[in-house]
């Protein structure tokens, strides 16, 4: 939908701030008083941005081809940016993203985290929220669910950092806080929850998807249960993913290599300079385009989509034999293929997406299969691209997941 016809549907819309602090309580136990260990408070603050009525969000999912998202949309719904805290290389940081809370919904209602693509501009975040430039998961919200869209580390509250991009315990944890975080706004402000997780995301966020399910699933003490996943075109099996690019074939999206290198150079602390990785010009090139002021096509137009002329000669020889093991290492470490999920999950891929290719899900899927995965189904796209499975993917979530739902 084009913005001046945004601007119209949300004419009217008003905007209110509020922000929430922390709080701990005692308990006496077997009649000692005794102070407990109160659950690590994630939230810092929440701020109101807007309210949306129903009807224009209905208006977009009708435009947007979502016509089964549109027939459940009922709630006017408020928008926050959160600030939550969470954990980067084992230092606390603020993170933020994006909360849309139905209004006037007298049902418990679920918890939906839902998580975005890959982004080079800081103005996409999540929570630097727009009206003109909705992220797509507000109608979510309208539909009754308690929708949770997080920037991710590097973006927004935390932009000083480099994204830790690909890297699964980074993107889990920024997941499995900002929820913890929306429970506890969700609970201050009595807004009663079902008690259901859902989690869905496409491409960066397919992977982001299958990285939170498995650090909640592996890990109990998070308190969290998820009740359905679906995670669309994501590069879960990085080693796949690298056999490609040294296979020699050009690659129309050089950006995503640039991005995954610095972003390991940075968050493992390795510091190497950028001409250890690619050749002049590029290397020079990469510092000034990945700044977080450029989109994805503006940096690809500028780099060689050939790697034999974008990498390193030794690099290159390097991960054609038996050199670069740190990297290697780092790509078989944060790689989903042999996670295996134990919760419903749906995997959504297009069989002709160039950018993250349909073998990529396919060899996933089936290594996870192979290893007991008890309710995983892979939906293919037939002549679905990168850009144009996703509404598709939407399609068939909408009704799969509303099956979870209790009402």
């Known amino acids: ?3 001046n016809l945004l601007k119209t549907i949300f004419l009217s819309v008003s905007l209110a701030l509020t922000s929430w602090f922390s709080s701990c309580k005692e308990s006496e136990v077997l009649e000692q008083k005794q102070t407990q ?22 208006d977009i999912a009708n435009a947007n081809g979502r016509s089964e998202l549109a027939t459940l949309i009922k709630y006017d719904v408020d928008v926050y940016r959160v600030i939550y805290l969470t954990q980067y290389n084992g230092q606390e940081i603020q993170a933020s993203g994006l909360m849309v809370v139905p209004l006037n919904a007298t049902a418990p209602a679920p918890i939906l985290s839902a998580h975005h693509g890959t982004t080079f501009d800081q103005k996409y975040a999540p929570s630097n929220f727009q009206l003109t430039s909705l992220t797509g998961f507000e109608p979510f919200g309208a539909a009754g669910y308690l929708t949770l869209v997080p920037d991710f580390i590097g973006y927004g509250a935390s932009k000083q950092i480099l994204h830790p991009y690909y890297d699964v315990q980074h993107s889990g944890t ?19 929850m079902s008690g259901q997780l859902f989690l869905a995301g496409y ?21 969290l249960t998820v009740t359905a996943s679906a995670a ?39 510091n190497r300079p950028l001409t250890d990785f690619f050749q002049e010009p ?55 293929k042999n996670f295996v999920p134990k919760s419903p999950t749906r995997l959504y891929h297009g069989t002709a997406d160039i950018m993250v290719p349909y073998d990529n899900t396919v060899s996933t899927y089936n290594a996870m299969k192979a ?17 144009s499975s996703l509404e598709p993917m939407i399609r068939d979530l909408i009704p799969w997941i509303e099956s979870f739902r209790t009402m």
């Open 1 to 3: 939908m084009k913005p």
């Open 37 to 58: 260990t109160a659950p690590k408070e994630h939230l810092v603050s929440a701020e109101k941005l807007t309210t949306i009525p129903a009807a224009g969000l209905r």
């Open 174 to 192: 920024a997941v499995v806080d900002m929820i913890k975080a929306g429970k506890s706004f969700f609970q201050k402000n009595n807004i009663k």
């Open 203 to 223: 491409s960066e966020g397919g992977y982001v998807t299958m990285a939170a399910q498995k650090e909640i699933e592996e890990n109990p003490e998070h308190g």
């Open 232 to 270: 669309g075109a994501g590069g879960y099996d990085l080693e796949g993913m690298l056999s490609r690019v040294v296979g020699g074939k050009p690659y129309e999206y050089p950006a995503n290599l640039a991005f995954i290198l610095q972003a390991y150079n940075a968050t493992y602390n390795w």
């Open 282 to 336: 590029y290397a020079t090139r990469i510092q000034e385009l990945i700044d977080g002021t450029r989109t994805s096509s503006s940096i690809n137009s500028a780099l060689a989509k050939d790697p034999a002329k974008l990498f390193n000669p030794a690099f290159l020889a390097g991960l054609r034999g038996d050199g670069e093991q740190a990297l290697k290492a780092a790509l078989k470490r944060n790689s989903l």
């Open 371 to 387: 290893a007991g995965a008890p309710n995983l189904k892979f939906v293919s796209i037939p002549g679905g691209g990168h850009g």
